[in-house]
């Protein structure tokens, strides 16, 4: 879910984001439909000198009784402290990467996801493998592969991408951007990714995580089901 401030937006390419509802409301709804994890990021915030909205993490934690991984406007260790006290499962780091070491020994690697976005800009597909394990060794639990040029497209993941990443650490990735389908998710996974994120999908479509994760069941691919 990408949000400015309280109000779900959604975009291409990290750009032109638009409304498509409130926040919370959709939260409730995704809940509902069997997501395994919120991946809530205020894509706003950094950019308008604003902190993590506190009383929106309290909210949604009590509401949704699943997991909670919270970014956007994240700059200290104050903050991430402060989002796991109000309820986020683990924090979303996205510029501030060079918090990632002191965060890391002070939370835990398991509570710091780190947004590896990546624009290729002709650079080998071996600069993003270089950045990944960069991200691993400095403390990273869990790395967040985005693809600039995918998102929002439904255009399918860049499962090159994904698999260079993938083999590049020993930690989890989740693959982002793009996914068009339930089709998509699986061929991810089998490229090495250790789960997908969807939004678009979701939003417009009557695709659900709960259908997402009968079809990856059914094509051998260990998936929660309600």
Same mark, same amino acid.
């Given at each position: 879910?990408?949000v400015?401030?309280?109000?779900?937006?959604k975009?291409?390419?990290?750009?032109g984001d638009?409304?498509?509802?409130?926040?919370?409301?959709?939260?409730?709804?995704?809940?509902?439909?069997?997501?395994?994890?919120l991946?809530?990021?205020?894509?706003?915030?950094?950019?308008?000198?604003?902190g993590?909205d506190?009383?929106?993490?309290?909210?949604?934690?009590?509401?949704?009784?699943i997991?909670?991984?919270?970014? #956007? @406007?994240?700059?200290?260790? /104050? $903050?991430?402290?402060?989002?796991?006290?109000? +309820?986020?499962?683990? &924090?979303c780091? %996205?510029?501030?990467?060079?918090?990632?070491?002191?965060a890391?020994?002070?939370?835990?690697?398991?509570?710091?996801?780190v947004?590896?976005?990546?624009?290729?800009?002709?650079?080998?597909?071996?600069?993003?493998?270089?950045?990944?394990?960069f991200?691993?060794?400095?403390g990273?639990?869990?790395?967040?592969?985005?693809?600039?040029?995918?998102?929002?497209?439904?255009q399918?993941?860049?499962?090159?991408?994904?698999?260079?990443?993938s083999?590049?650490?020993?930690?989890?990735?989740?693959?982002? #951007? @793009?996914?068009s389908?339930? /089709? $998509?998710?699986?061929?991810?996974?089998?490229? +090495?990714a250790?789960? &997908?994120a969807? %939004?678009?999908?979701?939003?417009?479509?009557?695709?659900?995580?709960?259908?997402?994760?009968?079809?990856?069941?059914?094509?051998?691919?260990?998936?929660?089901?309600?």
């Amino acid at each position: 879910m990408l949000v400015r401030g309280r109000t779900l937006v959604k975009g291409r390419q990290f750009a032109g984001d638009r409304s498509i509802g409130h926040a919370q409301q959709a939260a409730r709804v995704h809940a509902m439909r069997g997501v395994d994890e919120l991946l809530i990021l205020d894509i706003g915030a950094t950019a308008e000198g604003r902190g993590p909205d506190l009383d929106m993490v309290r909210a949604l934690s009590e509401a949704c009784f699943i997991p909670i991984t919270v970014g #956007g @406007g994240v700059k200290s260790l /104050a $903050d991430i402290d402060a989002l796991l006290r109000a +309820g986020s499962d683990k &924090v979303c780091i %996205g510029t501030r990467k060079d918090l990632i070491p002191e965060a890391a020994a002070r939370f835990g690697s398991q509570a710091i996801v780190v947004s590896f976005d990546w624009r290729g800009n002709g650079f080998p597909l071996e600069h993003a493998a270089v950045n990944a394990k960069f991200l691993a060794q400095g403390g990273a639990g869990e790395i967040i592969v985005q693809s600039v040029k995918r998102d929002g497209t439904m255009q399918g993941y860049d499962l090159d991408l994904i698999e260079v990443v993938s083999n590049a650490v020993d930690i989890p990735v989740i693959a982002s #951007g @793009g996914c068009s389908g339930y /089709a $998509d998710m699986h061929e991810a996974i089998k490229r +090495g990714a250790s789960g &997908v994120a969807a %939004g678009a999908l979701f939003a417009f479509t009557d695709a659900t995580p709960r259908g997402a994760a009968q079809y990856l069941h059914e094509h051998g691919i260990p998936a929660r089901l309600q």
